[in-house]
């Protein structure tokens, strides 16, 4: 969580748009990874991801934190518009068929002489989750590279606590049992 | 597997990042549009809580309600309502019931005036000495 970050959420929703630059700083990164996992094109990650801090930042006036952090509400929105985005715009290409991630999205912040095993490595877990349901994937990716709590995820979800648990569980179960098979 | 396996594994998917270029010309864009107004605490409060709580089957219903009340008023204005506000007048109803009663019991005398006329004739007939008898 950034430091004074209620702060900058108080001064945002009163219009402060250096505020609102400071929260945007932070969290972009996050957001662009999440959204780009899942719709695996650096253009489209590049739409969503401003169409999800440009819907942040109109809203924000209204936005009550309800007790979870700000980054939750981000990541509901990013869900969404993913959501949306496989329901208009791509209605035959399901959300859960995300299997293919391009290499665009890393040629511009990895050097030349690593890209090639970085793509290899991230091709190779990118194929092991891709063989997790959708909901463990989403689970798995939310907890262990977004770095988000069990509660934060349960949020994002509309789940309960307790079922983020055991998906998360399951998940792991199955990605042991599929690394020991294809190591 | 721990977690700190998983992490580790994962790790390479931590390395997709936006680039710098994107970063500044999205941020400038979405600071110069403009923030919606906040609205009234308690009119959205209420107006998200009643509609998230609906279900279509209570939707259907507050539909079927609404238009039921929308038939009644219109039925009422266009003149069904003024018929049934003057049939609660109290003396218009006891002048009514009053005159019912009365036209009732006028009607009995005179039937049972003819019909007393009748029978006593018939009476007479049967009853007089020099009646012929009808088999002679």
Do not use: C
Request: charged share 25%.
């Amino acid at each position: 969580m950034l430091e004074a970050e209620q702060d900058f959420i108080e001064k945002a929703k009163a219009g402060d748009s250096a505020a609102f630059g400071h929260l945007y700083d932070h969290y972009i990164k996050q957001i662009y990874r999440f959204i780009a996992l899942k719709v695996g094109t650096k253009e489209t990650a590049q739409d969503l991801t401003h169409e999800v801090f440009m819907s942040a930042w109109q809203k924000l006036p209204n936005f009550k934190s309800q007790g979870f952090p700000f980054s939750s509400w981000l990541y509901t929105i990013a869900r969404n518009k993913v959501i949306d985005h496989y329901r208009t715009k791509k209605s035959h290409v399901s959300i859960d068929d995300d299997g293919v991630i391009e290499s665009d999205l890393l040629q511009s912040n990895v050097r030349t002489d690593e890209l090639f095993d970085l793509q290899l490595s991230i091709t190779k877990v990118h194929e092991a989750l891709g063989q997790l349901t959708g909901e463990q994937r989403e689970v798995i990716t939310m907890r262990f590279v977004s770095d988000l709590s069990p509660a934060e995820i349960a949020q994002i979800l509309n789940k309960r606590e307790g079922t983020v648990r055991i998906i998360q569980y399951r998940a792991i179960q199955k990605l042991k049992k599929i690394l020991e098979e294809h190591p | 597997m721990t977690e700190d396996f998983l992490k580790q594994l994962l790790q390479p998917l931590r390395r997709i990042e936006p680039e710098q270029t994107f970063i500044a010309a999205s941020k400038a864009r979405i600071l110069l549009a403009t923030q919606e107004p906040p609205m009234n605490m308690l009119s959205s409060r209420l107006r998200i809580r009643f509609f998230e709580s609906l279900t279509l089957t209570g939707a259907i219903a507050l539909a079927s309600f609404l238009i039921l009340i929308a038939f009644g008023s219109i039925s009422y204005l266009s003149g069904g309502g003024a018929t049934l506000a003057t049939s609660f007048n109290n003396d218009a109803l006891i002048s009514e019931a009053q005159s019912t009663d009365f036209q009732l019991q006028i009607k009995a005398v005179t039937y049972f005036d003819e019909s007393a006329k009748q029978v006593a004739m018939a009476l007479d007939k049967i009853t007089q000495p020099n009646a012929q008898d009808p088999k002679k």
